[in-house]
């Protein structure tokens, strides 16, 4: 039998991160290649209808009121999942720890500023909180897959739904509070007189960012297979 494409994506997620040494560039483009076809409909969402119910099993991808998880896998080393936007909701300015992540817009249109920070030399110091934008714009589906990694990319970033959408995350390694990777929160204060720079400072996760959870309803993901 075909695999799914969730499948194939899990299938890919496991042999490209669980492998002990750190994914190739080709990985990466090999990757993102497969999340690239990857439709709503492929995570059991109905990206369209505007009225529950929507066509059994499925969620209504119009009909969701505030920020909703669809959590599809975690294990160590990877997770899986998708994050549903009502239309004019933000979700605030925040990191991804040592990580590397592939994010697909499945359907709609995100506002998305994203920064990385600027370092001395290739030292991992940090200049007081500096750091230099790198993504500053609108993005409609379908597009490419975007790729985060943990210093370049835009690691550190903030999406604000101008219409519904969705957007299917694969993040390498997961957030972990044990294992020392956070999410943690900022304020941008952009600088006058250096377009394009903005100091960055730590807040506490803000009180009105609330997220949902919903239940995974595509296709079944079977975590024992084998090689992609
Ligand atoms: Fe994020």
Same mark, same amino acid.
């Given at each position: 039998?075909?695999?799914t494409?969730? =499948?194939?994506?899990y299938?890919?997620?496991n042999a490209?991160?669980?492998q002990?040494?750190l ?7 090999w ?5 690239d076809?990857l ?17 059994k099993?499925?969620?209504?991808? =119009? ?10 896998h975690e294990c ?5 999942g998708?994050f549903?936007f009502?239309?004019?909701v933000t979700f605030?300015l ?14 709609g249109?995100?506002y998305?500023?994203?920064?990385d920070w600027v ?8 200049i ?6 790198v993504?500053?714009?609108?993005f ?10 943990p210093?370049?990319?835009g ?7 101008l ?6 995350d694969v993040l ?11 999410s943690?929160?900022f304020?941008d ?10 100091i ?6 803000? =009180?009105?960012?609330v ?15 084998m090689?992609?």
């Amino acid at each position: 039998m075909e695999r799914t494409k969730i =499948q194939v994506l899990y299938d890919a997620s496991n042999a490209v991160f669980s492998q002990k040494e750190l994914p190739s560039f080709k990985q990466i483009q090999w990757l993102k290649s497969i999340l690239d076809v990857l439709e709503a409909v492929d995570v059991g969402i109905d990206e369209f209808s505007l009225h529950r119910p929507s066509i059994k099993g499925r969620i209504c991808g =119009q009909a969701v009121s505030e920020i909703t998880y669809i959590h599809i896998h975690e294990c160590d080393s990877f997770s899986i999942g998708v994050f549903c936007f009502p239309a004019g909701v933000t979700f605030p300015l925040h990191d991804h720890p040592g990580m590397t992540v592939l994010s697909k817009i499945l359907y709609g249109s995100l506002y998305i500023k994203a920064y990385d920070w600027v370092k001395v030399d290739k030292s991992s110091c940090r200049i007081n909180g500096l750091a230099g934008a790198v993504v500053d714009g609108m993005f409609n589906a379908p597009c490419e897959p975007s790729i985060l990694f943990p210093r370049s990319g835009g690691n550190i970033h903030s999406l604000t739904a101008l219409t519904p959408c969705a957007i299917l995350d694969v993040l390498s390694p997961p957030y972990s509070e044990e294992m020392g990777r956070p999410s943690t929160y900022f304020s941008d204060f952009p600088i006058p007189s250096l377009p394009g720079y903005a100091i960055l400072e730590e807040k506490d996760m803000p =009180q009105d960012l609330v997220v949902a959870g919903a239940p995974y309803l595509g296709p079944p993901v079977d975590e024992a297979t084998m090689l992609a």
